[in-house]
Protein backbone atom coordinates (compact mmCIF):
# COMPACT_ATOMS: atom_id res chain seq x y z
CA UNK A 1 0.00 0.00 0.00
CA UNK A 2 1.30 3.29 -0.71
CA UNK A 3 0.31 6.86 0.61
CA UNK A 4 -1.42 7.82 -2.73
CA UNK A 5 -4.34 4.88 -1.98
CA UNK A 6 -7.59 6.35 -0.78
CA UNK A 7 -8.56 4.90 2.74
CA UNK A 8 -11.60 3.24 0.84
CA UNK A 9 -10.21 1.42 -1.63
CA UNK A 10 -7.81 -0.10 1.30
CA UNK A 11 -10.67 -0.89 3.39
CA UNK A 12 -12.86 -2.12 0.74
CA UNK A 13 -9.63 -4.68 -0.41
CA UNK A 14 -9.88 -5.47 3.25
CA UNK A 15 -12.67 -6.23 3.86
CA UNK A 16 -12.46 -8.54 0.38
CA UNK A 17 -9.64 -10.11 2.13
CA UNK A 18 -11.28 -10.51 5.49
CA UNK A 19 -14.18 -12.74 3.28
CA UNK A 20 -11.32 -14.97 1.61
CA UNK A 21 -9.71 -15.49 4.95
CA UNK A 22 -12.76 -16.97 6.57
CA UNK A 23 -14.17 -18.78 3.77
CA UNK A 24 -14.30 -22.52 5.06
CA UNK A 25 -13.94 -23.65 1.74
CA UNK A 26 -10.66 -21.64 0.78
CA UNK A 27 -7.15 -23.44 0.35
CA UNK A 28 -4.91 -23.01 3.51
CA UNK A 29 -1.44 -22.52 1.59
CA UNK A 30 -1.63 -19.19 1.06
CA UNK A 31 -3.76 -17.96 4.85
CA UNK A 32 -0.73 -17.12 6.37
CA UNK A 33 0.59 -14.39 3.30
CA UNK A 34 -3.62 -13.71 3.31
CA UNK A 35 -3.54 -13.11 7.63
CA UNK A 36 -0.06 -10.87 7.03
CA UNK A 37 -1.68 -8.92 4.18
CA UNK A 38 -4.41 -8.58 6.16
CA UNK A 39 -2.74 -6.70 9.37
CA UNK A 40 -0.66 -4.85 7.20
CA UNK A 41 -3.82 -3.06 5.76
CA UNK A 42 -5.24 -2.99 9.36
CA UNK A 43 -2.44 -0.86 10.52
CA UNK A 44 -2.30 0.85 7.41
CA UNK A 45 -5.89 1.91 8.10
CA UNK A 46 -5.38 2.87 11.12
CA UNK A 47 -2.81 4.92 10.67
CA UNK A 48 -4.43 6.51 8.53
CA UNK A 49 -7.41 7.49 10.60
CA UNK A 50 -5.22 8.66 13.39
CA UNK A 51 -3.49 11.35 11.41
CA UNK A 52 -6.36 12.26 9.73
CA UNK A 53 -8.03 13.18 13.45
CA UNK A 54 -5.03 14.72 14.73
CA UNK A 55 -5.02 17.19 11.58
CA UNK A 56 -8.86 18.12 12.08
CA UNK A 57 -7.82 18.55 16.09
CA UNK A 58 -5.50 21.15 14.43
CA UNK A 59 -7.72 22.76 12.31
CA UNK A 60 -10.42 23.06 14.90
CA UNK A 61 -7.64 24.78 17.63
CA UNK A 62 -7.14 26.95 14.98
CA UNK A 63 -11.08 28.15 14.78
CA UNK A 64 -10.59 28.04 18.18
Do not use: H
Amino acid sequence: MDKEQKYEEVFAELEKLVEKIEDPERDLTSLRADIEKALEMIKWCRDYVRGNSEEIEKLLKQWQ
